[in-house]
C-alpha cells in the first residue's frame, strides 16, 4: 500500500476500534469517491468495520462487491456471522464456506476459528468434522485458538471423546483451551471427568483463571458436590480472583444449587457490585432449595435497588409463587414481566401457566397457553399436568389429543402425567394405548412414567402388569416402591405388600410417612393388629418419623377392623394433636360395622359436636338412635342436620366401554342411552324376582325405617 492507502487503512482501522459507524461510512464513501474500493486491503477492511459494528446486511454488501476475493475477505465474512447467537447466522456462514471452497480458497487459521464456532452454534458434529479434516490438511491445528475452537465444537456436539482426543494432542494450550474442556465436561454433567481436567491443569500451568474456575463450579450441581466446590472457593481466594464479578457470580449459583443457602447468601451480601446475574442466581437459588419466602423477598429488594430483572429471575420468583401457591404475588410479578416486556418469552409463560395451575386458577392457566401461538412440548406439558393437578382428567386427555394430532411428540413427563389421568378415570384401555405409544416413541419406563404405570395398572386391578413394570424399571426411588405396596395392598395382597416392603428394606431405600401409610393399610386389610403396632412403632423408633393424621387413621382403622372398638378409642383420645372429625368417622362406621350402637352413638355426638359437615355422620347417628329407640335423639339429629344446612352429595359412578367414559349420577338422565338403559335394569329385575331372588337384610341400615 502506499502511504495514502495505509493512512486511509489506518484511520478505517481505528473507526473499527471505536465503533464510529458514521464516521466509517463517512470514510467509506470517500473510498468509493476516489475510486479506491478495488484495494483489496481496502475492501476487507471495510467488511471487517461493517461486521464488528454488528452492521452485517452492509458488511454482506460490502463484501459482495469485492470483485476478487482473498482468504482474509473470506475469512472476515465467516467470523462476522459465526459471532452471532444465532442459528440462521451460524448456517449462512457454514453455507459460505462452501462457497469459499467452491472458488478454490483455502481457510487459514482465522476462518477456521469461524468455521468452527459455526458448527458449534449449530452442534453440527458431522459438518465439524469435515472442517476438521481440513485443518488438519492445511496444518492449521497446531493453531491454539483453532484447536480451542475444534474443541468447543466437539464439545457443544456432544462429542466428548473425540473433544477430549483433540484436547490431549495440543501442542500448546491457553486459558480458553482448559476452560473449554472443563465446560464441555460440566454441560454434560461429567463432574469426574471436569474434576481431572481441572487437576491437571493445575499441575501443567502456573496459575488457575477465572475462565476455568467458573466453568469447573458450573459443573457442581448437586449437594454431594458441595465440599469441592468450598475448595474451588478456596483456590479463589488464594488466588486473589474473588474481586471478579464472574467468579463471584458461579460461586452464589453453585452454593445455591449445592442447596448451601446460607454460604450464597454470604458471597452475595459481601459483593458490592451486585449485577442481575447475581440477583438472578440468589433468588433463583432460593427458590430451588424450597426457601420460597426469602426468595420473593429477595426479588422485592432487586426491584426496589434499581435493578432490572432478566427472564431467568422472573422464572425463579414465579417458580418460588408457585411453590407455596402465593397466587396474589404470582399475580403482581405477571404484571410486573409484562411492563417490561418478557410476555412473549417461551419459558416465562410455561412457568405462568404452571404457576396458576399449581394454585387452581386453571382458566388463567388455559389462557397463558392460547397465548402463544406455537407452545413447546414444556408449555404442553406444564399445560396437561395442571389440568391433572386440578383433577380435571377429561381436559388433560382431550389436550393431549390434541397434542398428538399437531404432531408434538411427548416428554417422560407428559406422559406421566396422561397416566395419572387414565389412572383417575379408571380409563385403563387408554392408558394401555398410552404405554404403547410411550414405548414407540422410546420413552424408557423410567421413574415419572415407571411409578405411574404401576399405580394406574394397580388401580384398574393389573398386578402382574403393574409388577411387570416395576421390575423393568433400571432405577426405583421411595415413591416407585410406594405405589406398588400401596397397589398391592388395595387389591388384597397384603403379604406381598408387606414382603415388597422388606425388600425395599434391604435393598437401602429408606421408607418414608407414605409408606408407612400404605404399610399400616396393608395391615388393616388384612386384620393384622400386632403387625400394625409393629409397624407403627417402627417408623419413629427407627426411622424418626412422627406418625401423622393419616397414620392414626390406619392404625384405628386395624383396631376397628378387628373388633377392638374400646381400644380404637382409647388411642384417639391418647392423641398429642388435633386429629378433627377424621378418627371419630373410622369408629362410627366401624360401630355400624360390628352394631356395637353404644359406642357408635359416642363417636357420633363427638362429630356433632366438632360440626361435621357430612351426611353420612348424621345418617348413620339417626339409625343407631333409631335402632337404639331413642327417637327424640333421632328427631334431633335430623334437625340439627337441616340446621346446619348438610347435604347429601349424589353417587357418581362412570365405566369405559369402546374407549367411551360413560358417567351416570343419582337422580340425573342426562345419558342419551337413559331410556334404554332404564328399560334392561327393569327387565333384569324382574328375572331377578321370577327366580327367587332375596335381597339380604341389613337390620341396622333399615333400622331407621321400621
Known amino acids: 500500500m502506499n502511504t495514502q492507502h495505509r493512512a486511509i487503512f489506518n484511520e478505517l482501522v481505528k473507526h473499527t476500534r471505536d465503533r464510529k459507524i458514521q464516521k466509517g461510512r463517512t470514510l467509506h464513501a470517500k473510498i468509493i469517491k476516489t475510486g479506491l474500493s478495488f484495494n483489496i486491503y481496502l475492501a476487507n477492511a471495510i467488511v471487517n468495520f461493517y461486521a464488528k459494528c454488528s452492521h452485517l446486511p452492509e458488511a454482506e454488501l460490502a463484501f459482495g462487491e469485492i470483485i476478487t476475493k482473498d482468504v482474509v475477505s473470506w475469512s472476515c465474512i465467516i467470523n462476522a456471522y459465526s459471532q452471532q447467537d444465532s442459528a440462521k447466522c451460524s448456517s449462512f456462514a457454514s453455507d459460505l464456506v462452501y462457497q469459499m471452497r467452491a472458488q478454490n480458497t483455502l481457510p487459514n487459521a482465522h476462518t477456521f476459528v469461524g468455521i468452527f464456532n459455526a458448527m458449534s452454534n449449530l452442534c453440527d458434529g458431522l459438518g465439524g468434522r469435515q472442517a476438521h479434516s481440513l485443518a488438519i490438511k492445511t496444518d492449521s491445528c497446531l493453531d491454539v485458538y483453532v484447536g480451542s475452537a475444534i474443541v468447543n465444537m466437539y464439545c457443544k456436539s456432544g462429542l466428548l471423546e473425540d473433544g477430549r482426543k483433540v484436547f490431549d494432542r495440543m501442542p500448546e494450550r491457553n486459558s480458553v483451551s482448559w476452560a ?313 395382597c397384603s403379604d406381598e405388600a408387606l414382603n415388597l416392603f422388606e425388600e425395599m428394606r434391604s435393598e437401602g431405600v429408606k421408607p418414608d410417612d407414605v409408606t408407612f401409610v400404605n404399610i399400616l393399610s396393608a395391615c388393616s386389610h388384612m386384620g393384622s393388629v400386632e403387625r400394625g403396632w409393629y409397624y407403627f412403632t417402627t417408623m419413629s423408633n427407627v426411622y424418626g418419623i412422627l406418625p401423622g393424621l393419616e397414620h392414626y387413621a390406619c392404625m384405628v382403622d386395624v383396631l376397628s377392623r378387628a373388633g377392638k372398638l374400646n381400644e380404637a378409642i382409647e388411642f384417639i383420645e391418647s392423641a398429642m394433636f388435633d386429629h378433627g372429625m377424621c378418627l371419630w368417622r373410622i369408629i362410627l362406621s366401624a360401630c355400624r360395622n360390628h352394631q356395637d350402637y353404644e359406642l357408635g352413638a359416642y363417636a357420633g355426638e363427638r362429630l356433632m359436636e366438632l360440626g361435621s359437615q357430612e351426611s353420612s355422620a348424621y345418617v348413620l347417628l339417626s339409625r343407631i338412635y333409631t335402632a337404639l329407640g331413642k327417637l327424640d335423639d333421632v328427631q334431633r339429629v335430623m334437625r340439627l342436620m337441616k340446621v346446619r344446612g348438610v347435604g347429601k352429595e349424589p353417587g357418581c359412578s362412570w365405566i ?51
Not at 499441575?203 to 458441595?226: D, G, K, Q, Y
Not at 367411551?660 to 329385575?685: D, R, S
Open 180 to 492: 473449554t474442556m472443563v465446560s464441555g465436561y460440566a454441560m454434560n454433567r461429567m463432574v469426574g471427568e471436569a474434576l481431572g481436567v481441572f487437576k491437571l491443569m493445575m499441575v501443567c500451568e502456573e496459575r488457575e483463571n477465572e475462565f476455568v474456575l467458573t466453568s469447573m463450579l458450573s459443573a457442581l450441581t448437586l449437594p454431594e458436590f458441595l465440599d469441592i466446590g468450598r475448595q474451588i472457593h478456596g483456590i479463589a481466594v488464594k488466588d486473589g480472583l474473588l474481586w471478579n464479578v464472574s467468579i463471584r457470580n458461579a460461586l452464589v449459583t453453585m452454593y445455591s444449587k449445592c442447596g448451601s443457602s446460607d454460604e450464597a447468601l454470604e458471597i452475595f451480601e459481601m459483593s458490592n457490585d451486585k449485577n442481575s446475574i447475581m440477583w438472578s442466581a440468589m433468588v433463583t437459588g432460593f427458590a430451588q432449595v424450597g426457601e420460597c419466602k426469602r426468595a420473593l423477598e429477595l426479588f422485592s429488594r432487586m426491584h426496589y435497588s434499581g435493578i432490572w430483572a432478566s427472564e431467568y429471575t422472573f422464572v425463579g420468583v414465579i417458580n418460588a409463587c408457585s411453590d407455596i401457591g402465593a397466587i396474589g404475588d404470582g399475580k403482581k410479578v405477571h404484571c410486573y414481566l409484562v411492563k417490561m416486556g418478557f410476555e412473549n418469552q417461551i419459558y416465562i409463560v410455561t412457568a405462568l401457566v404452571d404457576m396458576y395451575a399449581k394454585c387452581g386458577n386453571i382458566n388463567d392457566a388455559r389462557k397463558g397457553f392460547n397465548y402463544l401461538q406455537e407452545p413447546d412440548v414444556v408449555l404442553w406439558t406444564s399445560m396437561i399436568g395442571g389440568f391433572v393437578q386440578n383433577g380435571d382428567n377429561e381436559s388433560a386427555l382431550s389436550l393431549y389429543g390434541r397434542m398428538e394430532a399437531e404432531g408434538i411428540q411427548p416428554n417422560e413427563l407428559t406422559v406421566a402425567s396422561i397416566i395419572k389421568a387414565c389412572s383417575s378415570l379408571a380409563a385403563l384401555e387408554q392408558g394401555k394405548q398410552i404405554h404403547a405409544r410411550s414405548i414407540k416413541y422410546g420413552l424408557s419406563s423410567g421413574l415419572p412414567i415407571g411409578s405411574a404405570l404401576s399405580t394406574m395398572y394397580m388401580k384398574g386391578g393389573c398386578v402382574e402388569d403393574a409388577n411387570t413394570v416395576f421390575r423393568r424399571m433400571l432405577e426405583r426411588d421411595v415413591v416407585s416402591w410406594n405405589a406398588m405396596i400401596s397397589g398391592l395392598a388395595q387389591n388384597g
Open 656 to 706: 369405559e366401554l369402546k374407549n367411551l367414559v360413560h358417567v351416570f349420577v343419582v337422580g340425573e338422565q342426562k345419558h342419551p342411552q337413559t331410556g334404554e338403559i332404564c328399560a334392561k335394569l327393569q327387565t333384569l329385575t324382574q328375572q331377578m324376582i321370577d327366580e327367587g331372588y332375596q335381597p339380604s337384610y341389613d337390620s341396622f341400615l333399615s333400622a331407621s325405617q321400621t
